[in-house]
């Protein structure tokens, strides 16, 4: 009877040991600091406008390109070669300021528009080392400011030739290359561990909406006024961003001269047992970790599809939906507006999901991963078959997008869970490798689209979403929710 006992309970504690690895025990109890008016949410906002400022100063010059070039086209002929009927403008008044334009070609203008990221990925691992060992503050803000000083600089280089353009925009990145990994190991510093999703994606937010602002604001400052006063405007809101950042953050909670007692003591103690004690950085436990790897591809592979429509989306708009360049520019602002929204809701629910129900942080990760990934390669696949239903394929372009907000819960900020001494590095490094889809991405999508037909638009997709799918699989069986033993002195942290 004792064996048959054993038998029928097997099954039911195998089921309960599933179920219980789903789950972390509780915490032990701090004294928690309310959010409102806390200094730690203070630099959420702060650092969101900065990506703000960042993200606009990277994609205003796609925006300005179309009125930079000596376009021989009729005023109204702009998607004339579309596969689907044009939409008709509205009625727009007259342009009096014109700025000078320029004959470059399609290459000089690929290599103009990819410049950046030349630069962009030279300074991520040297930017999360230098933030580690020097303090984040600065290295951000100066990063922010040369790339702000190159921009309002970018019209007079392009009136000295494409030569000198690209060298601003290699400048422009170099500069803004810091900026990640610079936030990353100022969060390692600032964000408690049950609150880490909230305050990261607060602060990533600003990513997003600087692209949803700055894609349809860019083209009205072209029209209205002329392309060289979108450098100008968003080059003065950086100067502003600036000044703020400079009297308002600060490396750590010990050195804010503001912050609550209460609120100190309740950021330390919470991270006490997470830091490492030692100076020495373990590159080869770093670079050899499956954690990291699992964020490098999952990094990577989100990131082709995010490059691949940041950069085509407006092509893709005009091509072959047949939307004007007036008219995409809000259109195609609206998946990042969907992925903005996306994000902030994500995060709250996966601190609710650790906090409040106790789900362990890998499981949380895992999912919101899989969601953010898996859901935008569906979709982007959808919208490869909608024809000229162009609302059909905008809501899904949109729905695509916004799904992969979900991720910012997911890998995005895991390298705060796995190493938070190291977090700065772990994301210059994933990073380098996730900046690659910005390089080749929209080059390889552009040469399987030269007859722009709806079926190689269809080829673009299937790709981006394959790589999608592939890094979804590799972070669901190789990401990690916990310290890892090499990066915190003398302690060692299950999974």
């Known amino acids: 009877s004792i064996s048959l006992s054993l038998l029928l309970s097997f099954p039911h504690s195998l089921l309960l040991s599933f179920s219980l690895s789903l789950y972390s025990f509780p915490p032990p109890l701090r004294k928690q600091s309310p959010a409102c008016g806390s200094s730690r949410y203070g630099l959420a906002l ?8 960042v993200y606009s100063l990277r994609v205003n010059l796609s925006v300005a390109m179309v009125d930079m070039l000596n376009s021989t086209r009729p005023a109204t002929g ?3 070669s579309s596969i689907c009927p044009a939409h008709t403008d509205p009625a727009r008044p007259t342009r009096h300021h014109p700025a000078g334009v320029y004959s470059w070609d399609s290459e000089t203008q690929g290599w103009i528009l990819g410049s950046f990221f030349y630069g962009y990925i030279l300074t991520q691992v040297p930017g999360g080392y230098l933030s580690g060992r020097y303090g984040p503050k600065w290295l951000l803000g100066f990063g922010v400011l040369s790339t702000v000083v190159f921009t309002l600089l970018t019209p007079t280089a392009a009136d000295l030739g494409p030569g000198y353009l690209i060298g601003v925009r290699v400048l422009e990145g170099i500069g803004e290359g810091v900026t990640f990994p610079s936030m990353y190991a100022m969060w390692a510093a600032w964000a408690p561990p049950l609150e880490r999703s909230r305050l990261l994606t607060i602060s990533y937010i600003g990513a997003q909406l600087g692209t949803v602002i700055s894609l349809p604001l860019s083209g009205e400052i072209c029209f209205y006024l002329d ?3 979108v450098f100008y405007v968003f080059g003065a809101v950086g100067l502003v961003w600036f000044v703020l950042w400079a009297f308002l953050a600060f490396d750590t909670p010990d050195s804010h001269p503001r912050i609550s007692e209460q609120e100190r ?6 991270l006490k047992n997470e830091l490492s004690t030692s100076g020495r950085i373990p590159w080869r436990a770093i670079l050899t970790s499956g954690p990291l790897w699992a964020i490098v591809v999952a990094h990577f592979s989100y990131n082709w ?14 091509d072959v939906l047949g939307f004007s360049i007036q008219q995409n520019g809000l259109l195609s602002a609206l998946p990042y507006l969907g992925c ?5 809701l994500s995060g709250q629910l996966a601190d609710y999901l650790r906090e409040t129900c106790l789900y362990r942080t890998v499981t949380v990760r895992k999912c919101f991963s899989i969601v953010g990934m898996i859901g935008p390669a569906v979709f982007l696949v959808a919208a490869g ?5 162009y609302v059909l394929a905008v809501t899904f372009l949109t729905v695509s997008s916004a799904l992969g907000g979900v991720s910012a819960s997911g890998f995005n900020i895991n390298h705060l869970d796995i190493a938070p001494s190291y977090a700065g590095i772990l994301l210059g490094i994933t990073n380098t490798f996730a900046t690659i889809p910005g390089m080749v991405g929209p080059v390889i999508a552009r040469a399987l ?10 080829s673009v997709f299937y790709i981006a979403a394959a790589i999608n799918l592939f890094g979804a699989a590799f972070y669901a069986l190789m990401g990690r929710g916990a310290v890892q033993p090499w990066a915190v002195h003398a302690a060692a942290h299950g999974d």
């Open 385 to 389: 078959y909608t024809g000229c239903n």
């Open 46 to 53: 702060l650092s969101s406008l900065g990506f703000f400022v």
């Open 78 to 80: 702009n998607h004339s």
């Open 340 to 344: 903005a929204v996306m994000a902030v």
């Open 449 to 458: 689209t030269k007859q722009n037909t709806i079926e190689e638009w269809q």
């Open 227 to 229: 392309w060289t006063y």
């Open 265 to 270: 003591l309740y950021i330390t103690s919470s």
């Open 305 to 318: 599809t995010f490059y691949t429509l940041l950069t085509l989306l407006p092509t893709y708009m005009n």
